[in-house]
């Protein structure tokens, strides 16, 4: 493995660097990757790479909230150079995700999902991966409070709790709304969106990672922040 990195990094270096580069330094480096998905018979996911390491720290495909981005890389390069090898890569790593889509118990069903399946529709329109797309964001849906407007993001038992972040998942309720003309769901996205602005942004425009709600009445708790400053 060590040469194959070494091989792939005196390629590219070789070759000078150009905007076109960074798309053929991720083709090299994700062949790599998908190699390991292989050798680990489904189970690899990159989750963080670190400079003063050789190997990446790994998830599963129902593990976290990052095994999205990698299948949805793999889209993007089949996107850059649509090939036989590309497609087959992004859809074998794109398919054992499936199953989060019906997961209830997190609020990061849509990222994970429209990083894979949401890529991989757009470009294919299949309508397998819209099922999957629309059975996330039904399960995303679960999560909504009509009367804190919001879907909930940790799971807490001291109150209700919406954290920025949540606004990348509601990408897939759009989706879903515009596709399948759920109104429902696409008033879920908006009111979340709405209140999001309202209640987590700053004078000076900085924002709240976590805005604290009231359950019972909607009414805000507290605001403060546990990933920033």
């Known amino acids: 493995m060590r040469v194959i990195w070494l091989l792939a990094f005196l390629l590219l270096v070789s070759q000078g660097f150009n905007a076109f580069d960074v798309m053929r330094y991720a083709f090299v480096e994700y062949s790599i990757l998908y190699q390991e998905f292989l050798d680990s018979k489904g189970t690899f996911y990159p989750e963080y790479g670190y400079p003063s390491k050789e190997d990446w720290a790994a998830t599963g495909p129902m593990n976290g909230w990052t095994q999205g981005f990698f299948p949805g890389v793999l889209w993007n390069l089949v996107e850059y150079n649509t090939t036989r090898e590309s497609l087959k890569r992004a859809v074998d790593v794109t398919a054992p995700t499936a199953p989060f889509a019906k997961e209830t118990k997190e609020h990061d069903v849509g990222i994970v999902i429209m990083s894979g ?7 294919l329109k299949s309508p397998e991966y819209l099922d999957v797309i629309v059975t996330g964001a039904h399960s995303l849906a679960t999560r909504y409070s009509p009367i804190v407007r919001c879907t ?9 709790l919406v954290i ?14 515009n596709q399948t ?19 987590h942004f700053r004078e000076n ?25």
Do not use: C
């Not at 399946?117 to 470009?123: A, E, K, S, T």
């Not at 909930?152 to 209700?160: D, K, M, Q, T």
């Not at 003309?181 to 209640?199: D, G, K, P």
């Open 117 to 123: 399946f949401g890529n991989g529709y757009r470009l």
């Open 152 to 160: 909930r993001s940790w799971n807490s038992p001291e109150g209700f």
């Open 164 to 177: 920025m972040d949540n606004m990348m998942t509601l990408e897939i309720l759009f989706e879903a709304a």
């Open 181 to 199: 003309n759920n109104q429902t769901l696409y008033n879920i996205a908006w009111q979340h969106t709405n209140r999001t602005m309202f209640e």
């Open 205 to 229: 425009n900085s924002t709240y990672h976590v805005v604290e709600y009231n359950e019972t009445d909607g009414s805000v708790i507290r605001k403060y922040t546990v990933q920033g400053k």
